[in-house]
């Protein structure tokens, strides 16, 4: 079945740190998603992406679709201690699929 | 804003009892989702609705777990008889429509199982 390979697969980070975590797949998508999962909650979405190309921010977030459908990436600069949590990407082709997951931790 | 809401966040049980879980999606959402996600991994699809309808419980162990959304609103998840690998968070989301690009989905905070 379709898989979303997501990488790294964690991180260890100093506070003030830039981030970078990226999300590719075999085939193309029509929606890019990028999620927060913190302990024992629900993913929440931080941003959606729907046309290829797009980049889109949100606060310290930034996201891209990329050029050829098949890869998103997401940049978190200066990051701070409450940024610690999983990252999940999302891609909808013909059905919803979820990347394997980053772990991202801050050291104060 | 709206939020998807389920119940209970947690629940403990034995093995061989029955459970349930409740999600309330956003309002005007169409579609619903119920996840199993087991620790350290990605949510996994269990059963997609629209509306009323099941659109896919392709990975929905039939043998012990039902989900049902009769009014297409509210929808409850179950399982019976509960076994110890059935241990992990349980995420309902919603999204506007299945499709295109109103497809992007909400998730409620979880329930998390245990099962003893």
């Known amino acids: 079945g379709q898989q979303l390979n997501q990488s790294p697969q964690s991180m260890f980070i100093q506070e003030g740190e830039d981030v970078s975590m990226n999300c590719t797949s075999s085939?193309?998508?029509?929606?890019w998603l990028w999620y927060k999962q913190d302990p024992g909650e629900g993913p929440v979405l931080l941003i959606a992406l729907y046309k290829a190309g797009e980049l889109t921010s949100n606060g310290r977030l930034t996201a891209q679709f990329g050029i050829t459908r098949k890869d998103s990436f997401l940049n978190i600069s200066a990051s701070i201690p409450s940024d610690v949590g999983i990252y999940f990407c999302?891609?909808?082709?013909?059905?919803?699929?979820f990347g394997t997951g980053t772990s991202l931790t801050v050291i104060p | 804003e709206a939020e998807v809401a389920q119940s209970p966040r947690y629940k403990i049980t034995e093995k061989s009892q029955a459970v349930a879980f409740w999600c309330d999606p956003i309002?005007?959402?169409?579609?619903l989702y119920w996840y199993r996600q087991i620790l350290g991994q990605g949510p996994e699809l269990l059963v997609q609705?629209?509306?009323?309808?099941?659109?896919?419980d392709s990975q929905l162990p039939k043998d012990r777990f039902s989900a049902e959304r009769l009014k297409g609103v509210d929808s409850t998840l179950k399982i019976q008889p509960a076994e110890l690998g059935d241990s992990a968070m349980y995420l309902c989301?919603?999204?506007?429509?299945?499709?295109?690009?109103?497809?992007?989905?909400?998730f409620g905070p979880g329930t998390r199982l245990l099962v003893l």
């Open positions: 989301a919603s999204s506007l429509v299945a499709g295109g690009l109103q497809e992007t989905q909400y």
């Open positions: 309002s005007g959402h169409a579609t």
């Open positions: 085939s193309i998508f029509n929606t």
């Open positions: 999302a891609g909808t082709g013909n059905q919803f699929y």
């Open positions: 609705f629209q509306d009323e309808s099941v659109v896919d």
